[in-house]
């Protein structure tokens, strides 16, 4: 991995859009990663103050593909994980904020238990709203698999 590009913590980063190229890659992880056992990744959700926060929790030596995000977040990082994005791989430790370009959909290799908070302004009032707001493929995220949505 002579690629490998290092977020030290504490430091804010920029999670770009991904082109079709990358996207395609994220997807051709996700379809072989259907067909391995699948890891529960509790989804938590807070309303507060014009905000929608969701916080999951990677398991250290999973990978998780997120879905396509068509609006701008932000992305709290706490852990050590890997990320491919448009631009390689990168290794983020510790805490880190990333600034989220809408466009992008990412690979996360968790090397320890990572927690990650995506945040957006929202009017919406419900998680179903509020997923539907920050992507289309909103009928494969986890938490609606886990609540039976």
Known sequence: MNDLM???????????????????????????????????????????AGMYARTIMIPKGTVLTGALIKIPTILIISGDTLIYGEYGIFRYTGYCVAVGEAGRKQAFHALADTYLTMLF???????????????????????RRMEGR
């Open 6 to 48: 290092h977020a030290d913590r504490g430091t804010t980063f920029l999670l770009p859009f991904l082109g079709d190229d990358a996207v395609d890659a994220v997807r051709r992880l996700e379809n072989a990663s259907l067909e391995r056992p699948q890891v529960d990744i509790p989804t938590d959700h807070v309303f507060h």
């Open 121 to 143: 302004p929202t009017d919406v009032k419900t998680v179903d709203e509020a997923e539907r707001q920050f992507t289309d493929e909103y009928e494969k995220l986890f938490a």
